[in-house]
């Protein structure tokens, strides 16, 4: 295992520590209520001219941001090691991001759907690039022993921001159309159209806010690397050093495995997070209540799966955590593609009975427990892979290596759910679009199985 050093490690102090982890915090509510729960379902079902068409643009619009992260991460990653200084680009990606998400209020029914999937795949892209910068600062605050419990712990506490931010819109944000109240009974906060899907629409923002705020911590509290080389120096050495890093790679096989096999499966875990909730939305005609409370109780779980696996990180390692948590990913994409109106797992007759309340059928009810094995799993995946990386580089090269990283997971990002959408475009079923995932699954844990941990070198 790479040793980190500890001289760094030691002079973060707590309140430094909580800022670096604070950024997951802000940052999620983005993918949590804006990309999975609450604006994604809005805009495949009441803008799109339907569901099928609505995940297929959703989907294209994913892959277009996942296209243009795959190209610049690494890049940007390699820069970041020359200019020392993390926190100025973050900030300047923080700026694009905000920006857009005030933007998507506009996107009313009946809105350009290019221009709105535009303004999400910009957001989308800021918020990776800052993820890269974040990550990249990981290695340099705890020791390697450590480096997977902070990483988990931090992943649970940004699914509870994200829960925070998705239970406020649920309840006071969130009213059914026919009668304009809310899941308390009352009218939405500040007067919002739920006919013009105000409730949704105002999620862009509020998650932008809320991303602003608790981002500050970070820069008032988390340490950064002294500047380095000016931009312009720092991107020739950045381009050289990326071209370096490539090469260098190729002589590292355990790295070069678990960097090829994170691209495969991390392509699979985002295209099911992006949509996942789309798919509930579109197959049981979910109002955003419901897929808001499908998405809360997917958070709780989350964050309890984050916490068990910032202890098993420790005791098990990173590996065998990221390949529990892939199998179960696996099984909860087979039981949601196998249900549907009547019935589960495809032969198994649930009836059509509906009590007319809250996930009123059988089927519904099956659905949420598939979802609670991906709640389980989708933090731990990432946090794991995460700490995966980070104790298999040296900490002076993490700016670099992360970058890769990014690439890894980005690389052919747009390929899960550009299948996705090529397929339900295709065929007009969005099952059997999302039925895809699984292959990305499939792959990525075969290609995991003979890597070593850490990928530095060593055996599992």
């Known amino acids: 295992m790479v040793a980190l050093a500890t001289r760094d490690a030691a002079r973060t102090t707590r309140a430094g520590l909580w800022g670096w982890m604070l950024f997951d915090w802000a940052a999620q509510p983005f993918f949590t209520v804006v990309t999975t729960f609450i604006f994604g379902p809005y805009f495949v079902s009441r803008m799109a001219s339907d569901p099928a068409t609505g995940q297929a643009v959703w989907g294209y619009g994913v892959a277009l941001a996942g296209f243009v992260i795959a190209v610049l991460s690494p890049v940007l990653g390699s820069i970041a090691d020359q200019t020392g200084a993390r926190k100025p680009w973050i900030a300047g990606f923080a700026a694009v991001k905000i920006i857009c998400l005030c933007l998507l209020w506009f996107a009313a029914p009946g809105s350009s759907l290019f221009w709105v999937v535009l303004l999400f795949s910009l957001a989308s892209v800021a918020a990776e690039f800052s993820t890269v910068f974040n990550d990249s600062m990981m290695p340099r605050l705890v020791p390697s022993a450590e480096v997977g419990r902070l990483s988990n712990l931090a992943w649970g506490l940004g699914y509870l921001g994200g829960m925070i931010v998705l239970i406020f819109v649920v309840l006071f944000l969130s009213a059914s159309p026919e009668t304009g109240r809310t899941l308390l009974g009352s009218a939405p906060l500040w007067g919002l159209d ?127 955590v990221v390949t529990i948590s892939l199998v179960l990913l696996l099984i909860a994409l087979v039981g949601i593609v196998s249900t549907g109106p009547g019935f589960t797992l495809f032969l198994v007759d649930l009836g059509t009975a509906d009590s007319h309340g809250l996930f009123g059928t059988a089927a519904e009810k099956a659905y949420l427990v598939y979802g609670l094995l991906i709640g389980v799993a989708f933090g731990p995946v990432q946090a794991s892979s995460r700490s995966y990386l980070a104790r298999s580089v040296p900490i002076e090269d ?53 890597t070593p941990y850490p990928a530095g070198g060593g055996s599992d």
């Open 398 to 450: 993490a700016g670099r290596y992360f970058g890769i990283y990014a690439l890894a997971g980005r690389a052919t990002s747009f390929l899960a759910p550009f299948s996705v959408a090529t397929v339900t475009a295709w065929s007009g079923s969005p099952r059997l679009g999302m039925a895809v995932i699984a292959v990305f699954f499939v792959v990525g844990l075969g290609v995991l199985r003979g």
């Open 194 to 320: 739920p006919a013009q899907g105000e409730d949704a629409r105002a999620s862009a923002p509020i998650s932008g806010l809320w991303y602003f705020l608790f981002i500050l911590p970070m820069f008032w509290f988390t340490p950064d690397q002294k500047r380095g080389l000016a931009v312009r120096q720092a991107v020739r050495r950045g381009m050289s050093e990326l071209r370096s890093t490539l090469r260098e790679v190729r002589t590292r096989p355990g790295i070069l495995r678990f960097l090829v096999a994170r691209m495969i499966y991390q392509d699979g875990v985002g295209a099911l997070l992006a949509l996942g909730g789309t798919f509930a939305a579109a197959m049981f005609g979910w109002s955003i209540t419901e897929i808001g409370l499908f998405g809360i109780i997917l958070n709780v779980v989350a964050i309890l799966g984050c916490v068990v696996a910032a202890k098993l990180d420790v005791s098990l390692g990173s590996k065998r």
